[in-house]
């Protein structure tokens, strides 16, 4: 048995993992879909396990495995995802993901990678193992997406879902001015010249999907 913590922005499907774990008789310790607060509630909870998705609304899985790692966490991320991205694969390895499973493999996969990463192993099934070699046979340059920092992301996505500056600006409690400056240098870093480009670099690089 694994206490788990669960991070979804799917209250449906984080109820239905909810009833799966129990069934197999793991605790669930707390469930959420805010990277800070999961990762708080995640140590002050004693998980053993975070099953973390990458795509989490506005925010980021990366921005719950980078705060891991800031804090030393003793928590055992294990990525549940529906990215099949060679990148994403790789970016998740470099920032401590103990695995990666799909959300397509089902319970039959999810359980046995809950009970290796939960007894200090690594999973990465067959499929998963193929897009992480395909990442590391690519000779093309890092994903510049991957350069950004957990705020840079978060702006990124809110940007090609369409917020004005106002109102990522409201959200974020700063001011339109300064999601500006955000903008104007992130379209530098990326290499981009416009919403239209960014979106299409978003999509390419399996931060939104089209």
Known sequence: MARIYLVDDQLLLRD??????????????????DPTQAVAE???????????????????????????RRRGSTVRPLVL??????RDVAEAVRLGAAGYVLKDAGAAELLPAIDAVAAGRRYFGPQVSDLALKALANDAPPSPIATLSPRERQIVTMVVNGMSSAAIG?????????????RSRLMSKLGVN????????????GLIHD
Do not use: C, N, W
């Open 170 to 182: 409201q959200e974020l409690h700063l001011s339109p001015k300064t999601i500006d400056t955000y």
């Open 42 to 68: 995640a140590q002050q909870r004693q998980a053993e396990v975070m099953l973390l998705d990458l795509g989490l609304g506005e925010r980021s899985g990366f921005e719950v495995l980078q705060e891991l």
């Open 16 to 33: 239905g993992l909810h009833a799966l774990l129990l069934g197999a008789g793991h605790e669930v310790v707390g469930e959420g879909s």
């Open 81 to 86: 995802t529906m990215s099949s991205q060679p």
């Open 194 to 205: 416009g919403v239209t480009s960014l979106v299409r670099l978003a999509v390419r690089e």
